[in-house]
């Protein structure tokens, strides 16, 4: 018999239903089977506004941005810009100027590691980072403290996947230059208190980098508020087109940063004996841009704006809940990851069957979910586990998808026992 699990809000069914017609990869077909996609926290399906931005630039407005006196590069600037400023508003910051336009978030993790640590860490400094952290945040900073002499150390967690705040304030006391965070954990759906880790480490004198490439599909974040000193974020984790993302950081922080990379663009004036560097934002975006995808980005944060967010959310949270209520029926299987505060992300083990054996008998029956470390390992160390199986969800699935992932487990349980 199934768990029964009461929401105390979800969104109305016709909207719903209407909201799922806006994403054509909905509707597909995987081995004759209506496709059930719960690996949201990979990359996110595009919704048609997002595909017709891309489509309209590339049919009507292509050509280079900023360098072109016709009106095509008017055009494609124009709405490049826009994209910039309806993110500036997405997440209240103070300026566009504090929008760096980058590949994704690992761009803007090793632009601000390559950048500030070049200007900032010194031998012996400390740089620290939560045990949770994808291998994007975490990587970049080991080898800027490999290569400047600089310490890096785990911020140690509980059990259930959250935070040790009191071994972070043991940490903070040995002074770190800079903390590295995500906001929502992509392995365990953990939300950390970001505005209070931030209020902590502010206090010790460290700078703080969030890692926000799961946050921004599910959370309303004002970045002046969390008072962050640098954000990363992801296009194609909240409806956008992959390739795409953009840094926010404090104008006064990017204007201390020497360039991450050089070329064209980020520049003012260049002779054979010097080079001036242009302003902010445009001394970090040297080269061509991805235009089609930042204006394709621009699109996806107009729809998403337009939606109800607090009672998208709180579908969202129906979904978390309900998932996990009927996962707890499922014989042999193991929720990983029981913070109080998630994201609609759950990752699980089961009994006798390794993850990735459960991730391909799910998907013969139409379910996509992900299997593996998750860009996570030293989070799989902490935990003794060499991987999970993870069901994300995004707000146009329903519960009929947890319950068709349910079912599905059931044919595990059936092979593996």
Not at 98 to 121: D, P, Y
Not at 344 to 356: K, L, N, Q, T, V
Request: aromatic share 8%.
């Amino acid at each position: 018999m199934k768990a029964q699990y009461n929401p105390m809000t979800t969104l109305d069914p016709e909207f719903l239903v209407g909201l799922r017609d806006q994403f054509p990869v909905l509707q597909e077909r995987v081995r004759g089977r209506p496709l059930v996609y719960l690996d949201n926290a990979a990359t996110s399906q595009k919704p048609w506004s997002v595909l017709r931005a891309m489509q309209m630039y590339y049919q009507h407005d292509n050509a280079n941005i900023r360098r072109g006196a016709h009106k095509l590069a008017e055009r494609a600037t124009e709405s490049y810009e826009n994209a910039r400023e309806g993110l500036r508003k997405f997440i209240n910051a103070a300026s566009t100027q504090e929008i760096v336009f980058t590949k994704g978030c690992t761009e803007a993790v090793n632009l601000v590691a390559s950048s500030w640590g070049r200007a900032f860490l010194n031998q012996g400094d400390l740089v620290i980072a939560s045990h949770m952290e994808h291998h994007a945040n975490l990587v970049p900073w080991q080898m800027i403290c490999r290569d400047r002499g600089a310490n890096f150390e785990p911020i140690p967690i509980h059990d259930e996947g959250t935070l040790d705040l009191e071994g972070f304030q043991t940490l903070l006391e040995r002074g770190p230059k800079m903390v590295a965070i995500g906001h929502v954990s992509n392995a365990l759906g953990t939300i950390h208190p970001i505005k209070e880790i931030v209020a902590m480490a502010h206090a010790a004198g460290a700078k703080v980098f969030v890692d926000g490439a799961q946050s921004l599909a599910h959370l309303e974040v004002d970045v002046r508020a969390l008072d962050a000193d640098f954000y990363s974020m992801s296009s194609h984790k909240m409806y956008g087109p992959t390739g795409t993302g953009a840094l926010y950081a404090r104008q006064e922080l990017l204007e201390s940063m020497p360039p991450f990379q050089y070329g064209g663009e980020m520049i003012r004036s260049v002779s054979f004996e010097e080079t001036t560097y242009n302003d902010l934002p445009y001394r970090f975006e040297p080269g061509t841009p991805n235009m089609a995808g930042v204006i394709g980005w621009g699109a996806a944060i107009e729809w998403l704006s337009a939606l109800p967010r607090e009672e998208i959310r709180a579908h969202e949270d129906d979904l978390l809940h309900y998932a996990t209520e009927q996962l707890s029926t499922v014989p042999g299987l193991r929720i990983v990851g029981t913070a109080p505060q998630k994201a609609s992300i759950i990752s699980f083990i089961m009994d006798g069957a390794h993850p990735h054996d459960i991730g391909t008998i799910l998907d013969q029956q139409a379910v996509a979910i992900r299997t593996g470390h998750h860009c996570c390992m030293p989070l799989m160390k902490r935990l003794k586990l060499p991987a999970t199986a993870r069901a994300s969800f995004a707000l146009y699935n329903t519960r009929e998808d947890a319950d068709a992932l349910v079912k599905a487990l059931g044919r595990v349980t059936e092979l593996f026992g």
